[in-house]
């Protein structure tokens, strides 16, 4: 099994070339960060991918995720949300999300570099719960010497400052990190690069 847990409002049809083969979850339209836990329970893999919320929920539960998968793989990962944005912004979007979702969701989209895909039908409760979740959630299992963690953020990321990345190579020394050419969302074909060369 590979699995790629997405971002906040990383509909599939938005990131665009994520394989057919890998499992997909969208955090908080499908399952939230329990839900995601009680669902891989009993099951293994090769490959998990977090991007941004996904990655963070892999490095809040690392040791749950490093005991059943190969590979660790966290794209524009952080600590805590709110290091990097203002609650105050979050806020807004929050408030936004009620009146106006799919130009919330549409602006987000395009400063992460995805296309910006409106998917239909889609409960927009869930999203302000997933913002909810960015103005509190924190990692607190820091340090830990999982050595199967590659860390990843894009170089022109308008979403999160470099200063992410730094702090995660702190927290994770004994983790692979790479600054490349990319966005927020840095595409899956850059990933499979990176696999292919060996060095992730």
Wanted: net charge neutral; aromatic share 12%; with cysteine.
């Amino acid at each position: 099994m590979n699995l790629f847990i997405s971002g906040w409002a990383g509909f599939k049809e938005a990131l665009g070339d994520i394989p057919k083969d890998w499992y997909f979850i969208t955090p908080f339209i499908e399952l939230n960060e329990i839900e995601i836990l009680n669902f891989l329970e009993n099951k293994s893999g090769n490959t998990v991918i977090g991007w941004s919320t996904g990655g963070h929920i892999i490095l809040k539960n690392l040791s749950f995720f490093s005991q059943r998968f190969k590979e660790l793989i966290v794209i524009a990962g952080f600590i805590r949300f709110t290091h990097y944005v203002s609650p105050r912004i979050i806020r807004i979007m929050i408030e936004k999300m009620k009146t106006e979702p799919e130009k919330v969701i549409k602006e987000f989209l395009i400063n992460a570099g995805c296309n910006p895909l409106i998917v239909e039908r889609i409960d927009y409760k869930k999203l302000i719960h997933g913002l909810e979740f960015l103005l509190s959630s924190e990692v607190s299992d820091l340090h830990s010497e999982t050595k199967n963690l590659i860390l990843l953020q894009g170089l022109y990321d308008k979403i999160l400052p470099i200063k992410a990345l730094e702090e995660l190579k702190k927290c994770y020394p004994f983790a692979k990190t790479f600054l490349i050419e990319g966005h927020h969302w840095i595409g899956f074909e850059e990933i499979l690069k990176l696999k292919a060369s060996g060095i992730a």
